[in-house]
């Protein structure tokens, strides 16, 4: 299955901390098929703290989406994240964007994920590798919802 996850840090060598979630991505069985360049932007919500480095990738990966969210989450405590406050700071941050055309509204789960139209930081990324792909909910490409942002 076709995946998109948005990469996000603020804390500590926040490009290397992309880099190895990109690597620990590969190490946990998933075929990286695309990367996008990293963007420095300001956090999102929660604003006084220091500003992010974002990217996205799209990998093909096996693991079901619940799976998969696991998957992250264990890369994200493997990489030294601890739960801070809701959008806080974090040494890495790993969020399922786009899971084919799957929609998920599930306790724990929710695909896409659901701010992703409203976040530069997402869609310009995203806009590098998948510019054709179509939100499933919107029926907006990803270069349309990126030029609305």
Sequence with gaps: MTVYIGIGSNIGEKRQNCLRAVEMLQAN???VTARSGMYQTEAW???DQPDF???CVEVETELPPFELLKTLKAIEVAMGRVPTRIWG???IDLDIL???EL???E???VIPHPYMHQRGFVLHPLREIAPGVVHPLLNES???LANEV
């Design 29 to 31: 069985g998933m075929v």
């Design 45 to 47: 919500g929660d604003t």
């Design 53 to 55: 480095i974002n990217m």
């Design 89 to 91: 700071p974090r040494v």
């Design 98 to 100: 786009l899971y084919g």
């Design 103 to 105: 929609v998920v509204q």
């Design 107 to 109: 306790d724990g789960l």
């Design 142 to 144: 990803i270069e349309e």
